[in-house]
């Protein structure tokens, strides 16, 4: 039978692996609720050893060695509480267990398995002097079916890979699914808002114009007539997109001085000043009255 690394460092003393056996104890309770029934095999073994190993060397100053099969023996041998036959047949199995696990064998355990083994070995450290209360039973609702074994992930990977990816491959559908209506939506946004300015831009005159009373300067303006930008215009005329005089008002173009315009409306009042629509070189726009005249 294969022997594995000894779970006690050479030189304790017998305190000091009973102490250590009482540990590994504890630790295999701890795995054991955690679903790890293998491991927690591990630790009931090594907590024997360090248990058996701390009561030869307390009762009889025997140490022995590393071989677990030397163990045994000495065990049997012992003339206060030797071990029974099927006790060391018992235990051979569990050690065989043990080699397997420690060399990376595939090995499934059952939890009523593991915890038959532990109630075993609990009654062994009480006889040896490590009286240890019995573990608490494990809840039904946390036990696996019987002959069934927690999965590892990778065993959970293989299982369940076609649905992990089909689960995969949705999320990924509906998040470029979001995406592309997020960027329609916004897209529809930006269109939204360069229609609403073109249609602004468009706007020839006022929603309410009112038209000034009487006679307005210059007095020769009137719709149908054809007037020319005054001579001390310098800049230009700005013919805008609509009256006012909001700076944000397209200019659709600047006329040069003397430039010749067919009068469409008029006049209009807006912002204190006399506004005018008029059309040049096939464009439409609005002037300020004071710097047209009627040749």
Known sequence: MPSSK????KGQTAAELIASGKARYALSLARLR????????????????NVLRGYLLLHHSQTVA???????????????????????????????????????DTVTLA?????????????????????????????ASLRLPPGAAPLS??????????????????????????????????????????????????????????????????????PGRTAYVRADVVDGLP???QPGTDPTIPVRLYLERNTAVEVLVGPVELDGVAWWQVRVANQQGWCVGEFLEVR
């Open 239 to 241: 013919l805008q997109a």
């Open 153 to 222: 992930a990778r065993r959970l990977w293989r299982q369940y890979r076609p649905q992990f990816m089909a689960v995969l491959l949705i999320g990924l559908l509906l998040l470029v699914g979001t995406l592309t209506i997020m960027f329609v939506q916004q897209q529809r946004a930006v269109l939204s808002a360069t229609n609403a300015e073109s249609a602004a831009a468009l706007i020839t005159q006022p929603d309410n114009p009112r038209p000034l009373p009487g006679i307005l300067a210059p007095r020769t303006l009137a």
């Open 6 to 9: 000894p779970w006690f460092a």
């Open 111 to 139: 939890y009523d398995t593991v915890l038959t083994y532990q109630q075993f070995v609990t009654m062994l450290l009480a006889r040896y002097g490590v009286p240890i209360s019995p573990p608490e039973s494990i809840p």
């Open 66 to 104: 590393d071989d677990w099969e030397a163990l045994l023996a000495a065990m049997q041998d012992d003339p206060m509480y030797p071990l029974l036959p099927e006790e060391v047949q018992r235990l051979q199995r569990m050690h065989h267990l043990h080699a397997r696990i420690v060399q990376g």
């Open 34 to 49: 955690r679903h790890q029934p293998e491991l927690a095999l591990l630790s009931l073994l090594g907590s024997l050893d």
